[in-house]
Every structure is written in C-alpha cells, then in structure tokens.
C-alpha cells in the first residue's frame, strides 16, 4: 500500500483510490480539439501507479508519445456521500501538486475506436505527487500559480482560479456517484500546454504556496 507524506509532519496516510477530471481547464480542453465539458469528466488510476517527488517516471516501451499534465491534487480526509457545499469543502485535507502522465497516443487509439483508454492513464508510475500541505495549514484562495518545465523550459503555466469546476464542487459531484473514503486522491486536471516529453528529461512542478516536485523520465 502506497503512503503519502505531509510538509511538517511525520504524519502519513495510506492512499485508497486515485479519482482524475479531465478538460477541467478550457484551453487545455480547446488545445486537444474537445469541447469544453458541462460538467467533470471522470476516470480512475490505482494506488499502485503512484509515485513521489524525487522517484524516475518509467516511460512505457509500447508507447511513443508520453505527455505532461500538472494537477492540483486533493486529499480527502474523511469519507464522504452525496456532499453538500460546506461538507464538500470539509472533506478536503490537504493539497499538493501533481503530475497526471498520459500515453497520448494510446489513449487516442483508443478514443477513435470507442474504447476505454484506460491502459494510457493507469500505467506504473504514471501519478506523481510530492509532500501534502494540510489545509490546517493552509486554505486555497485560487489565485496560487501551477506550473510545469521541462529541462528548465516552462510549459505549463495558470492560475487555480482557471479551473472550470472548483475542488469543493468535485468533490460534490463525485461523492454523488461513489462514496469518496478517507485516504482518496482527487487529481483535479491539467491546464493548457501538454506536450511530449521523452526518456532522460526532467520534469519541474510547483503550485504556489503548496509544493514542488521534481522527477526524472527514464
């Protein structure tokens, strides 16, 4: 079972289920030719595709085109059914950053032939986060910067605000449609400004006030 670590403590959690919204950032949506969603798009990673700050990111030999996608990710704290607003906003823990690796060209395969694409999000070590910071200790106000470089090139820069669907109100629609458990991860999507990256580069995240990470692809 994976643990995840807190800034400033010594205090783990073990990590149940990894819930993941897509196009939840209108000009990544737009840069992949989809259409803006009406409301969040939903898939799953297990517990055994995550990683950490400071771990190497195993690009898949069946796989020619792997990309970066930095997340905004939630911890909850508690379990959680049918939330309401303020219950929503209570079940959040902690943050941290993360990075959500995509295997574009599997995932497109697949997409074109109608079927799940599943294997091009759930590959070992394709969910990165680094240390949470409890929200105890610090309360999102969505003006915080997230961002990614690439061999110190940045290539994903916005504002938390950007985000279509906010982190109370994905964890109401989600709790509405499976009970959200003490323990789960919420990567909450990716801004604008994926792209492929390859074996031997370096990979930077940060979102202000929270955390960084730094992985390397090999």
């Not at 997340?71 to 929503?88: R, Y």
Request: glycine share 6%; with cysteine; proline share 3%.
């Amino acid at each position: 079972m994976k643990k995840i670590q807190f800034k400033n403590s010594s205090q783990t959690e073990t990590v149940g289920k990894i819930v993941c919204v897509g196009r939840n950032y209108a000009e990544h949506a737009e840069e992949l030719g989809n259409e803006i969603p009406e409301f969040p798009l939903i898939f799953l990673k297990p517990a055994s595709s995550l990683i950490f700050n400071g771990d190497n990111i195993i690009h898949p030999s069946y796989s020619d085109e792997m990309h970066n996608e930095v997340e905004l990710v939630l911890l909850i704290g508690s379990d959680i059914k049918n939330a309401d607003d303020e219950s929503a906003e209570n079940a959040i823990a902690a943050y941290t950053v993360g990075l959500d690796m995509t295997l574009r060209d599997i995932q497109s395969k697949s997409k074109s032939k109608g079927h799940p694409w599943t294997l091009a999000k759930c590959f070992d070590t394709s969910a990165v986060v680094s240390d949470f910071k409890l929200k105890s200790e610090y309360k999102l106000t969505g003006d915080e910067k997230i961002k990614l470089s690439v061999n110190g090139i940045q290539k994903q820069h916005a504002s938390l605000f950007q985000m279509i669907f906010s982190p109370a109100e994905l964890v109401k629609y989600i709790s509405a449609r499976m009970t959200l458990e003490k323990g789960d991860l919420i990567f909450t999507g990716t801004p604008a400004g994926v792209g492929k990256v390859n074996r031997g580069d370096i990979l930077t995240a940060e979102i202000e006030n929270i955390a960084s990470l730094e992985n390397k692809i090999i």
